[in-house]
């Protein structure tokens, strides 16, 4: 081999060595920067699908927030209407009030038109067929009597406390006035009660007898209208006064 074989041989030696030198810094340059790049793909895609976890959770809470504050517009809505509901109807309850009030006030310019007396038997509190029917006979001539009113007059016999005899009177008077508003229209503030209770007992409580007719209700109709024609009625009792 002359010379100058030998120093082409060897010019391609070194550049066979300086190319694979060269492969391989790159390689070791470049490998990192692959790596650093598929985790950074990968930390992309992570983040990606974070965000869009998280605002599937904003806009459902979102939604949620709206529907409660729907709902919560709706009911104050409808406690606004049950408020103005119940204040209309305070507001009629104070008319009647006032209307009974003065009433009341001028009960001595009102005479009876007609009047029952309906018994109950002993610690009861309903209507007999016979009580209805004398209340009957009362409210036949409530049609016909101008700006009246019905005032009751409830007692019972001496047995029992106090306490509990007025709570039996005042059950006696309602029932008289659920059957006179139930059969006959007639509106509470058209109903008066003037007296409840033991107190006032038309009859001794010594005898059996004096204390059936102590359990009753005195019913009047009454009118304050001048010139009223029509005369009371005798009173009529609507039980057995025997009875217990």
């Known amino acids: 081999m002359n010379r100058t074989s030998l120093v082409i041989c060897l010019a391609a030696s070194m550049v066979a060595t300086v190319g694979c030198a060269s492969k391989n810094y790159v390689k070791q340059q470049t490998t990192p920067l692959i790596n650093k790049t598929n985790e950074l793909d990968d930390l992309t895609a992570k983040n990606t699908k974070d965000i869009k976890d998280v605002d ?69 509190d309903n209507l007999t067929p016979k009580a209805q029917e004398a209340l009957d006979q009362l409210a036949g001539s409530i049609a016909s009597t101008k700006g009246y009113i019905i005032a009751l007059e409830g007692g019972t016999d001496s047995v029992g406390s106090a306490d509990y005899n007025y709570d039996l ?76």
């Open 169 to 244: 009177s005042q059950r006696r008077a309602n029932s008289v006035i659920q059957y006179l508003a139930t059969k006959y229209n007639v509106p509470a503030h058209k109903i008066y009660v003037i007296g409840l209770g033991k107190d006032k007992p038309v009859e001794t409580n010594k005898t059996s007898t004096g204390r059936a007719d102590n359990r009753r209700v005195d019913v009047r109709l009454m009118t304050n209208t001048v010139g009223e024609s029509t005369p009371a009625s005798t009173p009529t009792t609507g039980n057995n006064p025997s009875s217990m």
């Open 56 to 124: 599937a959770r904003a806009q459902a809470g979102i939604q949620a927030v709206n529907a409660k504050t729907v709902e919560v517009e709706q009911k104050a809505q409808s406690a606004g209407q049950t408020a103005t509901s119940a204040q209309q109807m305070a507001d009629a309850a104070n008319g009647r009030v006032g209307v009974l009030t003065n009433t009341v006030a001028n009960l001595d310019n009102y005479h009876a038109v007609a009047e029952t007396s309906v018994k109950f038997g002993f610690n009861k």
